[in-house]
């Protein structure tokens, strides 16, 4: 899929502001990004146990759980090869503030919530490719990498909100459409909003916060 369909699906592009960040604290972004990648992992397998009667679902979480947990890894090699401790991080206000709009009553609660993990990986492809340009030959090829499975996570999850929507007795098409676009101006304010912590899918950074400093991220001595 072009990335040019990804990005039209998404309100806004990743300000410039969170790309200077993201080069400063390059360290604390790759912590943040394997939290990402074994938090896609774990709301997969949710989906999942959920789930267990929807064959197509489990397919698709299942091939997308393990390439997340496969890019999990290949994250932690990353750190570990440049000397950075992986450890916890608090996560910022982007997938919690999403997951706001998830409706309580199913099967709308299913659909919305397959919504929003399309705008995460959609995010997460579009940030990757933002930031390729500007990284060292070894970081820019492995994000390269990441950019067609990601690209192919977004469409999954959409498709699979889209055929929830579309079973005999769900909200409809109108419905979905309706739901993409509430998800997605609300996705845009989070993005373009100021946001004192820094993390792979904050917004943009406070005055404060592009003062580079490297106090969550812990070193190899």
Partial sequence: ????????????STPKAWVEKALQEQDLLLIDHAHCEKKAASTAMQ???RHPTRANLLTKMSRLAKE?????????RIMRQRGIVYDHLDA???VGGLRQLVRTHEPAKLMDTLIVGAFVEARSC?????????LDESLAKFYSSLLKSEARHYQDYLSLALGVAMEPGATGLQDYHQRIALVRDLEVQLICAEDSMF???????TKANLVNTNKD????Q
Wanted: some cysteine; glycine content about 4%; hydrophobic content about 40%.
């Fill in 68 to 76: 997340e947990l496969i890019h999990f890894e290949q994250v932690c």
């Fill in 199 to 205: 993390r792979f899918h904050s917004g943009i950074p």
């Fill in 92 to 94: 910022c206000r982007y």
């Fill in 1 to 12: 899929m072009p990335l040019s369909e990804l990005k039209q699906f998404l309100g806004c």
């Fill in 126 to 134: 579009e940030r990757f490719d933002a930031l390729i340009p500007h």
């Fill in 47 to 49: 989906l999942m146990f």
């Fill in 217 to 220: 991220v812990k070193y190899e």
